[in-house]
């Protein structure tokens, strides 16, 4: 790219010259039209989701590449379609952007989206630019799941084993790291770029839907699960303890949770102490991990085909409070609530 | 409502309090979980289409009350998923808001978008809220088609009629009024507020369809239409002129309009001049009427069927330009462009 095309700002080549330059990101069938059409095949249900992201509030060019944003807010999104159990159809992209901002800022940032879709076999379908006084990014995904397959925070019953799909506090620790680099002295370089690679490039965690499925699809040939899927759950965007918290509410059950079963990055050893790593793990966010509440056998059964960090981290109990408890007794049992969480408007 | 309600303001409640307060406008049974799941029939296919609306760009408190505000944003998208020949599934909303905001500007809002979406029975289905320096509403909208009955731009072929759903004109003049109330005088009081209503609840022409599909499906028992709708078009959000110039590029085809079918409202003959009125009809936009190419016959069916304002404006050409032509030789032959048009981001 010459200097003189990455100086160019919004404002330079006007609606019209930035959307043609947007298009090149597009699947060109879909361009042109009013609105972008999907085929939907029989018997699925569609699955919507929506994000809105403003400069300086949910990202700053100060920690956060344009790619980097880009991919963090498709992978957010693809994230609250695995949490559905859905797969992902497209995602629609609004833009409201100052005059000023450059047109090589932007490109960045639809690169580090497309990025990530083209991972997960998806694309943009669709979108709108504005003027604006700040930077903002509203993102819509369209995902489809078989409408006996969806997964719900509702569906939690007592009994229950809790699942995360790998470790929790990664990303909260890659930004801490990106904000203080002098922390973490002790950190191999691998280490270090690895928690930082988790805080930029979160991966929605879309890879368990196959293997759930057919998981449960050979348990279903032994016992009669046909009419309903035996998983609750949802993502761990807001962090583990959140993931629980919105569960439990949701089902009308309680949860206890066993300390030293929630994985965390094997670095948190040598860096961090065991109070901070479980701070991390439990109220960090932005893991994009699954919280899944399944039968003991499936569940035993998903963490041994996933691996790398999935764990089984609790049970679901009766009763409406969410305990975290330490098998080990160096820390007496304590409840877990949304206020360790934050409050956007309040701040 | 009660003053100290209605004096809240966004950050009196949080963001968990104005999601719960924003609840009350969803249908239940979708609430609770990452996404909204919505049933799509076999054969269909799934049109999606996005807007950005931004405080002091698209909308100002000086010239539009938050209902309208919302009316009007709902409006936009519905009549998008008309243009397509799509009837709607649902839109999520997503809201950027100062905390200063009132809560009750919120509601109001969220009243205006669902009166205009229960008007073409469809809801609010998903959302997301987030601080912001300035009010932004991010839409997207969702709807379905038979992929038989999909209209598009680019297929319009020369000799098709152009036919519009309603009059052109009356929004542009109704902003016109509202800004500057010293206009119009010779106009009668029902006349200034049925053109104030046209710009502040412009309604979507989702009644089009079924009677489109009625007049096609009647033709196609005579010929054999089954496998391609032999309709082109858009709505005319952006003006009539834009549409048309919009459609003959996508179909690599010209226009010529005849002046004196273009319908206008009856009140613009004791108020402006003929020059006025055109400028008003041709560049106004906001009327959100549809502008279809189809052929004679079906043309004009389609106009005995609507009335009110529905007419055959013009006929598909061959070449590339959009002349405007006057069959009482009032006015020289024009050709049309969208640099009469605007562009947001030079402004």
Known sequence: ???????????????????????????????????????TAPEQSLVVTTDVLVDGVHF????????????????????DLAAMGASPLGITVGLGLPGEVRVSWVERLYQGMTQCLQKYNTS?????????????????????????????RSAAVV?????????????KAGLELL????????????????????????Q?????LPILWKILNSQSKIQNLKSKIPVAGMDSSDGLADAIIQICRASGVGAVLEHRQISIPVAFDHWLTQEQALAYALYGGEDFELVLCLTQELASALVQH??????????????????????????????????QGFQHFNS
Do not use: Y
């Open 1 to 39: 790219m010459n200097s003189e095309l990455s100086s160019q700002q919004v404002k330079d080549i006007g609606e019209q010259g930035l959307l043609e330059r947007l298009q090149r990101f597009c699947p060109p069938e879909i361009i042109g039209d009013d609105a972008a059409v999907l085929e």
């Open 60 to 79: 700053s060019n100060l920690t956060t590449s344009p790619e980097d944003a880009g991919w963090r807010a498709a992978a957010a999104n693809l994230s």
């Open 124 to 152: 943009i379908v669709g979108g709108d630019v504005v003027r604006s006084p700040v930077t903002t990014l509203a993102i819509t995904a369209f995902g489809q799941v078989n409408p006996n397959q969806i997964i719900r």
């Open 159 to 171: 009994g229950d084993a809790i699942v995360v799909t790998g470790v929790h506090g990664a990303s």
């Open 179 to 202: 904000l203080h680099p002098q922390l973490g002295q002790n950190l191999k370089d691998a280490e270090r770029t690895a928690l930082i690679h988790a805080h930029q490039r979160p």
């Open 204 to 208: 929605p965690r879309l890879d368990v």
């Open 306 to 339: 996933l691996g790398q960090g999935a764990a089984i981290v609790g049970n679901i109990t009766s009763g409406s409070i969410v305990i975290l408890h330490d098998e080990q007794k160096k820390f007496p049992d304590q409840v877990l609530s949304l206020s």
